[in-house]
């Protein structure tokens, strides 16, 4: 649960990142004179975002949690996502229960926008999208086969979903109608409350039904309206409102300090311009999302801490009948607006609470992170295993190096009774286990092996290179042999170094690379299989091709072609090795899209045609047809330098020129 809650916290990172812009626009719209037309311009531009957060969470959700991320992924959650908001919307909720619109729940108003109901649309569009996104309908049906059929899955799960909520949705609203009701009469114990249960709620979206009983009208208290109306008692009204400021001007910015403090060396420039833009939106505007979002599922007893001192927040200003107001929200733009007002009492005290807010949040934030580890951004573990103890499993003389490797990798993956399958790509192990959380990395790592992707519990990637078959049979030999895994032993080892293997790299030659195809140039970190966009093989760029004919990007010799026929090596006269990798996952096709033009040992000149490519077949089959060029013996390169990236390429287009060290 903890990591899966993780998982969301990840994902969510995508939507809330367009928060701080909304945000912005908010902020300075608000702080503008409210006759100009610019102000409501920009006030406009931001609410567009922000009314929309339900429908950017469910599709943040739908992308990051699905295994593969596909943008078939984000239409399933869309369209889980409309089909409640519309299906439950007042005037269906009245057509479907034969009454009148207006003698519909009210409950059904606030459907529409709630991030409770995106949060849930996009969970269950990933999981549709894992679970169905290959499956192969029969032929009659073929054309709805694979991806088309997630959207449809999903349509048919949320109307299940929308009957249930058709029924108890109004007992959810009018609880916390009840509950808010309740705390009037308690004065500054229940303004105190309310903050608690505020931001204890945001997870669900169910906050904004709380916010309708003490700060609009349903219960008769109409904060926000009474304050800016003048209305009702100096030191009373605003009571709801105003301890928010403390809270959201420097309470959570001191925070966002000490989860900064708290990163881990490698990550404290992400975590900065993470921590800086969420700061800044909520001092400035009061819209704490980015912030809050980005700790909330992956530090949860954070969040709660943070509840609490909104609460008594909340509670303290209340009390003291410091009072200020706010239309958007308890940033610094909404102070100064309100400061004027004649009902507002002593606002200037709340910046004396907020200082103090502020060196609250900071030492509790950072007691926290430190004394229960919490892994607030920043701290994600280094994905390597300190742990001394090793399984072994016993080599001998006659052990070539691949077979040496395998038994590396055998007993860092916990040996046979913890393997479920053995597969390979051009460059990676792909295994499935029956616990990925058994895998020790140091020792995987220890193989000269690349790098090591956990996909989920079962599902682990290892980057071998493209020796990568060589090391899976003898994998699977060992697999097929019930080779014995030794006890760990106690014995602290060192780490093995990376043996240099003997190179012919003439040092300080420059080779020039061309396109490998029509289309659209994309940079490497912008493909969709992390094993490339990493770099764990190398550094280079991709094409996303326009039609199926491929060529040599530089000029060397053909010295490997795979017998899927989906990639092939190429090595230039000055040593660099490189990799034409045609489409991701396609090994999986076994060479059906693929007519090789060249063959082994083979000299080419860049523009000499590769292979023809069925572009349809590929996609068809559901995959992508990046055409991925790397050089894989990165350690002999010195630099490289772009000519084009990110635009419309042809084949005698000059891409990178690379010189070797």
Same mark, same amino acid.
């Given at each position: 649960?903890?990591?899966?809650?993780?998982?969301?916290?990840?994902?969510?990172?995508l939507?809330?990142?367009?928060?701080?812009?909304a945000?912005?626009?908010?902020?300075?719209?608000?702080?503008?004179?409210?006759?100009?037309g610019l102000?409501?311009f920009?006030?406009i531009g931001?609410?567009?975002?922000?009314s929309?957060?339900?429908?950017?969470?469910?599709?943040?959700l739908?992308?990051?949690?699905?295994?593969?991320?596909?943008?078939?992924?984000?239409?399933?959650?869309?369209?889980a996502?409309?089909?409640?908001?519309?299906?439950?919307s007042?005037?269906?909720?009245a057509?479907l229960?034969?009454?009148?619109?207006?003698d519909v729940?009210p409950?059904?108003?606030?459907?529409?926008?709630? &991030? $409770?109901?995106?949060?849930? !649309? %996009?969970l269950?569009?990933?999981?549709? =999208?894992?679970?169905?996104?290959? @499956? #192969?309908?029969?032929?009659a049906?073929?054309?709805?086969?694979?991806?088309?059929?997630?959207?449809?899955?999903?349509?048919?799960?949320?109307?299940?979903?929308?009957?249930?909520?058709?029924f108890?949705?109004?007992?959810?609203y009018?609880?916390?109608?009840?509950?808010?009701?309740?705390?009037?009469?308690?004065?500054?114990?229940?303004?105190?409350?309310?903050?608690?249960?505020?931001?204890?709620?945001i997870?669900?979206?169910?906050?904004?039904?709380?916010?309708? &009983? $003490?700060?609009?009208?349903? !219960? %008769?208290?109409?904060?926000?309206?009474? =304050?800016?109306?003048?209305?009702g @008692? #100096?030191g009373?009204?605003?009571?709801?409102?105003?301890?928010?400021?403390?809270?959201?001007m420097?309470?959570l910015?001191?925070?966002?300090?000490?989860i900064?403090?708290?990163a881990?060396?490698?990550?404290?420039?992400?975590t900065?311009?993470?921590?800086m833009a969420?700061a800044?939106?909520s001092f400035?505007?009061g819209?704490?999302?980015?912030?809050?979002?980005?700790?909330?599922?992956?530090?949860?007893p954070?969040?709660?801490?943070?509840?609490?001192l909104?609460?008594?927040?909340?509670f303290? !200003?209340?009390f003291?009948?410091?009072?200020?107001?706010?239309?958007?929200?308890?940033?610094l733009?909404?102070?100064?607006?309100?400061?004027?007002?004649?009902?507002?009492?002593?606002p200037y005290?709340?910046l004396?609470?907020?200082?103090?807010?502020?060196?609250?949040?900071?030492?509790?934030f950072?007691?926290?992170?430190?004394?229960?580890?919490?892994?607030?951004?920043?701290r994600?573990p280094v994905?390597?295993d300190?742990?001394?103890?090793?399984?072994?499993?016993?080599?001998?003389?006659?052990?070539?190096?691949?077979?040496?490797?395998a038994?590396?990798i055998?007993?860092?993956?916990?040996?046979?009774?913890?393997?479920?399958?053995?597969?390979?790509?051009?460059?990676?192990l792909?295994?499935?286990?029956?616990?990925?959380?058994?895998a020790?990395?140091?020792?995987?790592?220890s193989?000269?092996?690349?790098g090591?992707?956990?996909?989920?519990?079962?599902?682990?990637q290892?980057?071998?290179?493209?020796?990568v078959?060589?090391?899976?049979d003898?994998?699977?030999k060992?697999y097929?042999?019930?080779?014995?895994v030794?006890?760990?032993?106690?014995?602290?080892?060192?780490?093995?170094?990376?043996?240099?293997?003997?190179?012919?790299?003439?040092?300080?030659e420059?080779?020039?690379?061309?396109?490998?195809?029509n289309?659209?140039?994309?940079?490497?970190?912008?493909?969709?299989?992390?094993?490339?966009?990493?770099?764990?093989?190398?550094d280079?760029?991709?094409?996303?091709?326009?039609?199926?004919?491929?060529?040599?990007?530089v000029?060397?010799t053909?010295?490997?072609?795979?017998?899927?026929?989906h990639?092939?090596?190429?090595?230039?006269?000055?040593?660099?090795?490189?990799?034409?990798?045609m489409g991701?996952?396609?090994?999986?096709?076994?060479?059906?899209p693929?007519?090789?033009?060249?063959?082994?040992?083979?000299?080419?000149?860049?523009?000499?045609?590769?292979?023809?490519?069925?572009?349809?077949?590929?996609?068809?089959a559901?995959?992508?047809?990046?055409?991925?060029?790397?050089?894989?013996?990165?350690?002999?390169?010195?630099?490289?330098?772009?000519?084009?990236?990110?635009q419309?390429?042809?084949?005698?287009?000059e891409?990178?020129?690379?010189?070797?060290?």
């Amino acid at each position: 649960m903890k990591t899966y809650l993780q998982r969301m916290g990840r994902s969510l990172q995508l939507p809330v990142a367009v928060l701080p812009a909304a945000a912005l626009l908010e902020g300075i719209g608000h702080w503008l004179p409210q006759n100009w037309g610019l102000s409501q311009f920009l006030q406009i531009g931001g609410t567009a975002i922000l009314s929309q957060l339900a429908l950017l969470f469910a599709v943040g959700l739908s992308i990051g949690m699905s295994k593969v991320k596909d943008g078939a992924s984000a239409m399933a959650g869309v369209v889980a996502y409309i089909v409640p908001v519309y299906v439950l919307s007042p005037k269906n909720v009245a057509l479907l229960k034969g009454i009148n619109v207006k003698d519909v729940n009210p409950a059904f108003n606030a459907i529409a926008g709630n &991030v $409770f109901i995106g949060i849930v !649309a %996009g969970l269950i569009a990933a999981a549709l =999208f894992d679970r169905f996104h290959e @499956t #192969k309908l029969p032929m009659a049906l073929s054309f709805f086969s694979g991806k088309r059929l997630v959207p449809i899955l999903s349509t048919l799960v949320m109307l299940l979903i929308s009957v249930v909520l058709l029924f108890i949705w109004p007992f959810l609203y009018d609880a916390l109608i009840n509950f808010g009701k309740f705390f009037v009469g308690l004065g500054a114990v229940g303004a105190g409350l309310f903050g608690f249960f505020n931001r204890l709620l945001i997870p669900t979206g169910l906050h904004q039904a709380l916010n309708q &009983v $003490f700060e609009f009208n349903i !219960a %008769g208290i109409n904060d926000i309206g009474n =304050f800016w109306a003048n209305k009702g @008692t #100096k030191g009373i009204t605003g009571m709801y409102l105003a301890g928010y400021f403390p809270v959201m001007m420097f309470g959570l910015p001191a925070g966002a300090l000490a989860i900064y403090k708290n990163a881990l060396p490698e990550r404290k420039k992400a975590t900065a311009g993470l921590m800086m833009a969420g700061a800044f939106a909520s001092f400035f505007t009061g819209v704490t999302e980015p912030l809050e979002f980005s700790f909330m599922f992956v530090a949860w007893p954070l969040y709660v801490i943070h509840a609490v001192l909104t609460g008594l927040s909340m509670f303290f !200003a209340a009390f003291m009948h410091w009072t200020a107001g706010f239309t958007f929200s308890a940033g610094l733009v909404d102070y100064i607006l309100s400061f004027h007002m004649p009902i507002a009492n002593k606002p200037y005290m709340l910046l004396v609470q907020g200082v103090v807010m502020a060196v609250i949040y900071y030492f509790v934030f950072d007691f926290a992170i430190k004394k229960f580890n919490l892994m607030t951004p920043g701290r994600e573990p280094v994905d390597v295993d300190s742990s001394d103890q090793s399984a072994e499993v016993v080599t001998s003389d006659d052990d070539d190096k691949y077979m040496i490797a395998a038994k590396k990798i055998y007993a860092g993956i916990g040996g046979h009774d913890n393997i479920k399958v053995i597969d390979n790509c051009t460059t990676r192990l792909r295994l499935q286990l029956d616990d990925t959380s058994k895998a020790n990395k140091s020792q995987i790592m220890s193989a000269n092996v690349s790098g090591i992707n956990v996909l989920d519990k079962t599902n682990i990637q290892i980057v071998v290179g493209t020796e990568v078959q060589f090391v899976a049979d003898a994998l699977k030999k060992l697999y097929d042999n019930n080779v014995a895994v030794s006890a760990p032993t106690t014995a602290k080892k060192e780490p093995e170094p990376k043996s240099e293997p003997a190179s012919d790299v003439k040092a300080g030659e420059t080779d020039v690379f061309y396109s490998v195809a029509n289309g659209e140039l994309e940079d490497i970190e912008k493909v969709s299989d992390p094993t490339f966009a990493q770099k764990m093989l190398g550094d280079g760029y991709a094409v996303v091709p326009t039609d199926g004919k491929i060529v040599a990007p530089v000029d060397g010799t053909i010295t490997t072609i795979f017998p899927t026929k989906h990639a092939l090596g190429i090595k230039t006269e000055n040593g660099l090795e490189v990799l034409v990798h045609m489409g991701i996952d396609t090994v999986q096709l076994k060479g059906e899209p693929f007519e090789i033009k060249v063959s082994d040992g083979q000299k080419v000149q860049h523009g000499d045609q590769l292979a023809q490519v069925d572009l349809k077949k590929i996609t068809d089959a559901g995959k992508k047809t990046d055409m991925m060029v790397i050089i894989t013996n990165m350690p002999s390169v010195a630099y490289m330098k772009y000519d084009v990236l990110n635009q419309e390429v042809k084949l005698d287009n000059e891409v990178v020129k690379v010189t070797t060290k």
